[in-house]
């Protein structure tokens, strides 16, 4: 078994050399989003990364911003409203939106 130092907590790690590897590019995942779902927006606007959740009804009642992306994602997150998948999402989102803000190149959301 191969020991790497861990970063995080400074301990050794060892790595299974039997261990399962799940190989992502090829895979296939249906889109489980249905009208009425609610979605998210995202946009970068003075010098802030702003998240807006639309409910069902298409109203925008909760809307996050910082400029620190992963306490924007903890939260977005610890609400009850965002299920794995979409969260997994709107997490890519906040990065590249902090990829371009650092940047300062223009951020569509995908």
């Keep these: 078994m191969t020991e790497i130092m861990g970063k995080c907590l400074g301990i050794p790690i060892r790595i299974n050399p039997d261990r ?3 190989f992502c ?4 995942f ?6 009425g779902d609610g979605y998210f927006l995202v946009k970068i606007e003075e010098g ?6 639309v409910d069902g009804s298409h109203n925008l009642n909760i809307e996050f911003r910082g400029s620190d992306p992963e306490k924007l994602i903890r939260e977005v997150t610890r609400q ?3 299920d794995k998948p ?9 990065i590249l939106a902090h990829q371009c803000l650092k940047n300062g190149t223009e951020y569509i959301q995908r």
């Design 86 to 94: 979409h969260a997994a999402y709107i997490a890519a989102e906040i």
């Design 30 to 35: 249906p889109c489980g989003w249905k009208p």
């Design 48 to 53: 802030m990364i702003c998240v807006g959740y």
């Design 20 to 22: 399962e590897v799940v």
């Design 80 to 82: 009850d409203f965002v």
């Design 25 to 28: 590019d090829e895979l296939e």
